[in-house]
């Protein structure tokens, strides 16, 4: 039973453009939410964060939405870069902010 | 400031052997992680611990996993005997504990023949 989804295993985005990355989940007590960034062979970093008291969260090119009622979240990369190439991670905590479930990832192909 | 470090990168072992992955957190983060990725997957929680204190082993699978944080630094994860499923990825993060960013080090593959 995945708590944490992202239905989209890869996507491809024109340089320069809009990357939406799409994150659901299905455990209504979780109140905490971070997008981590993966390169091969290298371990997860982080990106962004959200808290459930939030809707939006800005960070330079990077914002992320959080809809509560329909326990959904969605990464935009604006504008999009070559470096923004590889595989995002949508991360859920309930209460605590210590114990994360990721989701199984979407890789993300930014195209010159 | 030096990241989380793990060793070995990586590990060929044929199933039954025993195994041994090391990991030493960021300097002065008390909690740290272990996790298991396989392929396509995001990582899935082993067990954390809380300075040497592990407070969460709920998905440890403790007939043949074990680990240890004995002077609340470095930490040691073993597996013995080793199986074929075990292959994947094994990650190692640690945290300050503020609500938050865990920081990931590069992991440990492990192929078990």
């Known amino acids: 039973d995945q708590q944490v989804k992202q239905n989209s295993p890869s996507l491809s985005v024109q340089e320069g453009r809009i990357s939406i990355l799409n994150c659901d989940y299905t455990?209504?007590?979780?109140?905490?939410f971070l997008w981590y960034k993966k390169y091969p062979a290298e371990g997860p970093t982080f990106l962004i964060s959200i808290s459930s008291i939030k809707d939006k969260n800005e960070d330079g090119r990077f914002t992320v939405f959080l809809n509560k009622s329909a326990k959904h979240l969605s990464l935009h990369i604006v504008p999009s870069q070559p470096g923004d190439s590889a595989v995002y991670f949508c991360?859920?905590?309930?209460?605590?902010?210590?114990?994360?479930?990721f989701g199984p990832g979407t890789r993300l192909s930014v195209l010159p | 400031e030096a990241g989380v470090v793990q060793s070995p990168r990586y590990k060929i072992i044929e199933k039954k052997q025993p195994v041994a992955f090391w990991c030493n957190p960021i300097?002065?983060?008390?909690?740290l992680y272990w996790y298991l990725q396989n392929l396509g997957q995001g990582p899935e929680l082993l067990i954390r611990y809380e300075n040497e204190e592990a407070v969460d082993d709920s998905q440890l699978p403790k007939d043949r996993f074990s680990a240890e944080r004995l002077k609340g630094v470095d930490s040691t994860l073993k597996i013995q005997p080793a199986e074929l499923g075990d292959s994947a990825v094994y990650l190692c993060a640690s945290s300050n504990g503020a609500q938050g960013e865990q920081f990931f080090g590069p992991g440990t593959r492990l192929t078990v023949l």
């Open positions: 455990n209504s007590m979780f109140d905490y």
């Open positions: 300097s002065g983060h008390n909690t």
């Open positions: 991360a859920a905590s309930a209460f605590d902010g210590q114990n994360f479930v």
